[in-house]
T-cell receptor, first 117, second 113 residues
Framework: NAGVTQTPKFQVLKTGQSMTLQCAQD?????MYWYRQDPGMGLRLIYY???????DKGEVPNGYNVSRLNKREFSLRLESAAPSQTSVYFC????????????????FGQGTRLTVV | DAKTTQPTSMDCAEGRAANLPCNHS???????VYWYRQIHSQGPQYIIH???NNETNEMASLIITEDRKSSTLILPHATLRDTAVYYC??????????????FGAGTRLAVHP
């Protein structure tokens, strides 16, 4: 059981280049999330997908696009990378809430370390 | 989402209990308190969550005050491997069944020999 898998683990981009960060989960979770973490700071939500076919903006969506390809996969795209997007990116997934209870815990991938020069 | 306030850093001796406080004075009735930790630069790891009753699992205990304005995460016998950043998060259920986790800066816990 791999959990949440992110690829690549490391990437260096030049300013203006584009790339897609891939995320896949094998836990049959409905909801998936993309976060970024800058040095010494907590995680900030970029985009999330409550369920297959839906996506919504989080706290810091500018400069990013997402695609919920299917239930398992949620990708994050940088169309024109900027040095301000140098960060560690985490993907997460969780079950959808049932009844009166919130969804259970979110599971995180190991991160993608992106440097834009 | 309700905001949380945590100390920036704490120290604890190995083998002793680590008590990590969190203030969430604007919490509302349907909001849960969640705790996660992040060891070094790994992905965050779920620890525990609760609504109003105290909770315990194999990792930790969560004590929530009666007015729910604050909580304390307790690691009963801290080890060196518990050195991490601990995040207290208030999480609201959004209609449609999903939640958003909004992280603050967390508490950096250092466990020393």
């Amino acid at each position: 059981n791999a959990g949440v898998t992110q690829t690549p683990k490391f990437q260096v981009l030049k300013t203006g280049q584009s790339m897609t960060l891939q995320c896949a989960q094998d836990m049959n979770h409905n909801s998936m999330y993309w976060y970024r973490q800058d040095p010494g700071m907590g995680l900030r939500l970029i985009y999330y997908s409550a369920s297959e076919g839906t996506t919504d903006k989080g706290e810091v969506p500018n400069g990013y696009n997402v695609s919920r390809l299917n239930k398992r996969e949620f990708s994050l795209r940088l169309e024109s990378a900027a040095p301000s997007q140098t960060s560690v990116y985490f993907c997460a997934s969780s079950k959808m809430a049932e009844g009166a209870h919130p969804s259970t815990e979110a599971f995180f991938g190991q991160g993608t370390r992106l440097t834009v020069v | 989402d309700a905001k949380t306030t945590q100390p920036t850093s704490m120290d604890c001796a190995e083998g002793r209990a680590a008590n990590l406080p969190c203030n969430h004075s604007t919490i509302s009735g349907n909001e849960y308190v969640y705790w996660y930790r992040q060891i070094h630069s790994q992905g965050p790891q779920y620890i525990i969550h609760g609504l109003k009753n105290n909770e315990t699992n194999e990792m930790a205990s969560l004590i929530i005050t009666e007015d729910r304005k604050s909580s304390t995460l307790i690691l009963p016998h801290a080890t060196l491997r518990d050195t991490a950043v601990y995040y207290c998060i208030v999480r609201v259920r959004i209609s449609g069944g999903y939640n958003k986790l909004i992280f603050g800066a967390g508490t950096r816990l250092a466990v020393h020999p």
